[in-house]
C-alpha cells in the first residue's frame, strides 16, 4: 500500500492573509520564499477528535501543532510579544510538553517540545 510522506502544507483562510502570513513568520519563524517552508524533521501527529472533544475549541475544525526545541524560550518570545499563552501541568506527559496560542484569526495554535528535546536540554544544562 502507498503511503503519504508527510504533510504537504497546511492551508488557512485568512481575512488578511498577507498580515497573518507576517505574524507567523514575526512570531513563529515560519519563514522562506511566499508559501513555502521547510522545517526541521521529527514526527508528525495526524489525529482525528470527535466534534464535540474540548482537547481544542468546540468552535474550530482543526488546530496546528507546531514542535518547537525549547518551549520556554518560545512563550519567553511569544509573552515578550504581547501574545497569550495558556499552559496546564495535565496537557504534558511522556511525549512532551505543550502550551497553546491564538493567531490573529483566532486558530488555536499547540506549541510542542517533545520529550526527546526536553531530555536533551535537561543533559545540555546539568
Known amino acids: 500500500m502507498e503511503r503519504i ?3 504537504g ?3 488557512i483562510r485568512a481575512r488578511d492573509p498577507a498580515a497573518l ?3 507567523y513568520e514575526t512570531h513563529l519563524g515560519i519563514t522562506g520564499t511566499p508559501g513555502q517552508w521547510a522545517p526541521a524533521g521529527g514526527t508528525t501527529v495526524f489525529a482525528t477528535f470527535a466534534t464535540l472533544d474540548a482537547y481544542f475549541p468546540i468552535d ?7 514542535r518547537v526545541h525549547d518551549l520556554d524560550a518560545m512563550t519567553a518570545q511569544l509573552t515578550a510579544a504581547g501574545i497569550e499563552i ?3 501541568p495535565e496537557w ?3 511525549v512532551g510538553r505543550f502550551a497553546r496560542i491564538h493567531d490573529p484569526e483566532g486558530n488555536p495554535i499547540e506549541l ?3 520529550s526527546r528535546t526536553v ?3 535537561e543533559v545540555a544544562t546539568s
Not at 474550530?60 to 507546531?66: D, E, S
Request: glycine residues 8%; hydrophobic residues 35%; charged residues 35%.
Open 5 to 7: 510522506e508527510g504533510i
Open 9 to 11: 502544507g497546511v492551508f
Open 21 to 23: 502570513s507576517e505574524w
Open 60 to 66: 474550530r475544525a482543526f488546530m496546528l501543532n507546531f
Open 86 to 88: 495558556r499552559t496546564d
Open 92 to 94: 504534558d506527559s511522556e
Open 112 to 114: 510542542w517540545e517533545s
Open 119 to 121: 531530555r536533551d536540554h
